[in-house]
């Protein structure tokens, strides 16, 4: 939800000025600093131009929330959708052989098998679509 707001800092500060010590906030966002978008870049399926307008590092977040939140939990999500959605942008474009195998192996593999894959990234804290869990300090 984050990445579709114009200043995600003020708002959470907005936020932390309505929630008294030991409120909730929570949030789910994307994370640039994921495998996919190492490997997908400008086909990244979250990318999603023009309604995602920020994209955070998950140290961003941390720094975002830290003034005024304590993180309690970090959730990650296996979502296969980000890397067969980003195979299928790409195979649209003339890229070279590497990625075009990567690409083929994925779509091949199909969301159902490549949930396999998406799970176990989010078992190492590597997947684009992260849950943040923060109380008021």
Known sequence: VMEHLTNPFLVTKMFASKLRK???FLFSTISIGSPDFRLFGEYWYALDLPRH??????KDIEKMLN???RIRGMYYHAAPRDFIGSAR??????????????????LALGEKNAWYLTFALAMMHKTTRISFHAVRK
Not at 89 to 106: A, E, H, I, N
Request: without cysteine.
């Open 53 to 58: 307008k920020v994209f955070f590092r998950k």
């Open 22 to 24: 030991g409120g909730q």
């Open 67 to 69: 003034e005024q939140f």
């Open 89 to 106: 942008y790409r195979t649209k474009s003339r890229s070279g052989f590497p990625t075009r195998f990567v690409d083929s192996l994925l």
